[in-house]
C-alpha cells in the first residue's frame, strides 16, 4: 500500500509535514481507543474467583461506593480502574494506572492511583510477615490522608458480595468524559484545549 493515508519515513529524521499529518491521525484514533481499552481491561480482571468478589466486580463496588459518597467523576473513573493495571504490573499495579491516568486527573488523583498499594497494605500486609505501617513513609505528604482515605472507605471494603455494585455500563460514560481531553501533555499539537480546560463535575 502507498498514499497519503501511511507514513513512509525509514527513520524519523527523513519524515514530511505530511507524513506526521497522518501520525497525528494515528494517534488521535488511539486517544479515541483508550477508553474502550481501559473498559476492556477493567472485564479481564473477572478471571480470578478466588477473591469473594471477583476483581472486576472489586472495581465495580469501589467505584460504587465513591459515587454514592458524591465524588466528582473523576474520583470515581480513578476508583474504578485503580486496579486494571494488576496483570501487567503484579509488583507495581499502582503505577502501571496511574501513568496512563496521569494526562487526564489531577496529580492527587494520580498521586492517590499510584500509591494506593501500599495504603491499602495497612490492612493486610501483616498476614503475609510484612510491614503494615509501610505507607507511613508518606507521611505528612499533601496526600497522604486523601490515599488512606481511598483506601479505608472505597477500596478495602469492596469486596463485599452482598454491597451494591454498579454495571459497567453506568460507569463507561464518565470513563468516556474523563478520557476525552487530556490535561497535562507534552504532546499539545493533539489536544483539544477548550476541552481540556472544562471543569469536572458530577454530570451523571
Ligand atoms: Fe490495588
Ligand atoms: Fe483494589
Redesign the pocket.
Known sequence: MDGADRMHFRRMDEGSDADFAVLAGVHAENVAALPDLLMGMLTDLKADAKYPVDRCEHSLQAATRAWRDGRDEEYVVCALL??IG?SLGPFN??DIVAAVLRPFVSEANQWMVEK??IF?GYYFFHHLGMNRDAREEFRGHQWFDRTARFCELY?GPAFDPKGEILAVEYFEPMVRRVFAAPRQTLYTAFTDDEAAREPRSRTG
Request: glycine share 22%; aromatic share 0%.
Open positions: 485503580h486496579d494488576e499495579h499502582g494506593h498499594g491499602q477500596d
